[in-house]
């Protein structure tokens, strides 16, 4: 006779969410009088590469700066990696912002240092490891930026990619949680461009650390985006996936992805306003 056996059923947990390292909500920002940001609510997750874009003028500058933790807010709330940055005293804050990275758009390379004293220099300014330390570090960086070789080099002995890549390794070198990079791609040709993609989704791989980055480049944006966050005139338009973006409805979205430009109508009165000077108004943003 078959014994009768209780059958356990293991049912698999569902996947853990991904943590959220910067959450913003209703954050609003003026340059005097003038609101740049309008009520921004989003968040970026642990280990996504969000991509920030938008027209000229429709705030993403102003806003990778407020992700970077550099700028105030007129009103609403921003946490980078679970802290409220409003709540953080001078020290605080200075040790948050050593877990940021920053590859900024021209490179910003000194260019009286070694492409190796550039990548240095953080280590210089914010620990107390030794210089032979130091030197390792920076050449086990520009092996991950395939520039291994190039630390005795100035800055204008390198091409304009390669100098890019510089600066990746610079941002890196202190192993940051998030990697900030504006306009990656700006002024390459194509296939370097490319590459500077394949860089930034090897980088995101190899250290676990996400990644934010603004740009106008539509090809980049679609091969390393986890999510696309469209901005415009201080708003938010939409936050999603790569195909969820190129299926959107909205216009404004499509505008965008098609390079239409708006066909925006002047105010009578607004116009009137900005000639005399009496009293600007309109969505100017930076």
Known sequence: M????????????????????????????????????????????????????????????????????LEAHTSGTMKILGQDIEKLNAIDMFNLRKKLGVAFQ??????????????MLPLYEHTDLDPTTMEIMARMKLEVVSLAGFENLMPAELS????KRAAFARAIIMDPKILF?????????????????DLILDM??????????????????????????????GHILMIGTVDEVKKSKNERVQNLLNRMPEDDTIDPDEYLGRLTGEEIGGDATL
């Open 106 to 119: 021209g490179g910003a390379l000194f260019s009286s240092m070694t492409v190796g004293e550039n990548i």
């Open 160 to 163: 304009g990619g390669m100098i």
């Open 2 to 69: 078959a014994e009768d056996k209780d059958t356990e059923q293991t049912v698999p947990a569902p996947d853990k969410a991904p943590d959220k390292v910067i959450e913003v909500e209703n954050l609003v920002t003026h340059y005097g009088e003038r609101e740049i940001l309008k009520g921004i609510t989003m968040d970026v997750r642990e280990n996504e590469i969000m991509v920030i874009m938008g027209g000229s003028g429709s705030g993403k500058s102003t806003l990778l700066r407020h992700l970077m933790a």
């Open 181 to 197: 990079c504006d306009e990656p791609s700006a002024g390459l040709d194509p296939v370097v461009a490319s590459a500077l993609d």
């Open 204 to 233: 995101r791989a190899a250290m676990s650390m996400t990644v934010v980055v603004v740009t106008h480049e539509l090809d980049s944006a679609f091969k390393i985006a986890d999510r696309i966050a469209i901005l415009d005139k």
